[in-house]
């Protein structure tokens, strides 16, 4: 009898043992004090709110330096660059004085748009980007002004070789052409506001 | 200029002193390597106007240059 007590007390604490052991494993687990992570342990690149927004800061501050007065005004005021074409058609274009055949509307992360300064006729967007090249993974963009900045250098610099870079679509593709028209008039009366400063500005001298 | 965090200081110097001339040399080609396009800022001596001219060799940049910048090739979006 005594005997088959001992077999039986045996055999409930071979099979209580595992129980007990995860039991008391997590009650160690949840006692351990919090320690920090130290060096190397968190390989996670943390998020920093602010790194984009101060990425832009600095990108319109090296924007402000490097286009003119105007095209910074412009960029200010409306949130994009016209940049002039450099090719005339014929003979005809080269005698326009400042005003060239045709010229480019420059968004930040949207098509640069051609267009005929002189009738608004929309001609072509071309959608070009500047994509990362340092094979870190992930598809980082450059800041907005950035992206403004690398297309009015690749225009002003060598517009044929952007051009050719970059993919011809009619106008509607990626911007509505009612919006480009109206952007066309809003720089049309932000140069006649500007225009009409500059006049008053010289009358006072 | 550079995806996810604009623009980086990548090496500074005075041209004219041969040790910063070879550093800023090695960085700038190391950039054209890496597939950079590299402009320099000017301004137009005929119309004033500002615009910008694209250097291919550490020898065309413009003497009286205070900076290159340097930025991802572009490509069809």
Redesign the interface.
């Known amino acids: 009898m005594l005997l088959a007590l001992l077999a039986l007390a045996l055999i409930a604490f071979v099979l209580a043992a595992p129980i007990a052991y995860r039991r008391a494993a997590r009650w160690r687990a949840a006692r351990a004090p919090r320690r920090p992570a130290g060096p190397g342990e968190l390989d996670m690149d943390l998020y920093d709110p602010g790194?984009e927004r101060?990425?832009?800061q600095?990108?319109r501050e090296?924007l402000r330096?490097?286009?003119?007065e105007e095209?910074w005004g412009m960029y200010r005021d409306l949130g994009f660059i016209r940049v002039a074409g450099r090719h005339a058609r014929r003979e005809l274009d080269r005698d326009r004085g400042i005003r060239p055949a045709y010229a480019y509307l420059v968004y930040p992360h949207k098509?640069i748009v051609a267009y005929v300064p002189e009738s608004g006729q929309l001609l072509s967007e071309y959608?070009?980007?500047?994509?990362?090249?340092?094979g870190n993974g992930?598809r980082?963009?450059?800041?907005a002004s950035?992206d403004v900045?690398?297309?009015?250098?690749?225009l002003?610099?060598?517009e044929d070789?952007?051009i050719r870079?970059?993919?011809m679509h009619l106008v509607g593709r990626q911007l509505d052409p009612a919006r480009v028209r109206r952007d066309l008039w809003r720089l049309a009366e932000w140069e006649r506001r500007r225009g009409n400063r500059e006049h008053a500005q010289q009358s006072q001298r | 200029m550079k995806p996810g965090h604009g623009e980086v200081l990548l090496a500074e110097g005075d041209p004219r002193v041969r040790e910063d001339e070879e550093r800023l040399v090695e960085e700038f080609r190391r950039q054209l390597d890496e597939g950079m396009w590299a402009a320099v800022p000017v301004r137009n001596p005929g119309s004033g106007r500002r615009e910008a001219r694209m250097v291919k060799q550490y020898g065309d940049i413009p003497p009286d240059s205070e900076r290159v910048i340097f930025f991802p090739r572009a490509s069809g979006g």
């Not at chain 1, 330096?65 to 003119?68: A, E, M, T």
């Not at chain 1, 900045?149 to 690749?154: C, D, I, V, Y």
């Open positions: 790194r101060r990425a832009e600095r990108a090296l330096s490097c286009v003119n095209e098509p959608c070009v980007e500047f994509p990362d090249l340092t992930g980082h963009r450059l800041p950035d900045l690398a297309k009015w250098m690749a002003t610099s060598d070789r952007v870079r970059a993919n």
